[in-house]
Nanobody, 113 residues
Framework: VQLVESGGGLVQPGGSLRLSCAASGFTFSRYAMYWYRQPPGKEREWVAFISGAGSNTQYADSVKGRFTISRDNAKNTVDLQMNSLRPEDTAVYSC???????WGKGILVTVSS
């Protein structure tokens, strides 16, 4: 099983980034997928959820209206579109299928001028 994130980096406040997570080694469409993040010096926190079919999504209050989670079950990918980024969004972002304890290694997003 592999979950590999891409698309992170440095962005100015107010900017946008799109993270992608490529999954392999399991039947991707059967599982809800999540994005989590861990800010520097803080605990990991849940960011967004999408159901296996992609019909249901949920967001943490801190990102609601700014972030959008989506998935492509034909390509085994789950994305996180992040708009109106703030310095407090700086964190290592990881995709996961926690019900199976599948986790990516994470990718750093830094929001700074």
């Amino acid at each position: 099983v592999q979950l590999v994130e891409s698309g992170g980096g440095l962005v100015q406040p107010g900017g946008s980034l799109r993270l992608s997570c490529a999954a392999s080694g399991f039947t991707f469409s059967r599982y809800a997928m999540y994005w989590y993040r861990q800010p520097p010096g803080k605990e990991r926190e849940w960011v967004a959820f999408i159901s296996g079919a992609g019909s249901n999504t949920q967001y943490a209050d801190s990102v609601k209206g700014r972030f959008t989670i989506s998935r492509d079950n034909a390509k085994n990918t789950v994305d996180l579109q992040m708009n109106s980024l703030r310095p407090e969004d700086t964190a290592v972002y990881s995709c996961a299928a926690p019900v199976m304890n599948y986790w990516g290694k994470g990718i750093l997003v830094t929001v700074s001028s």
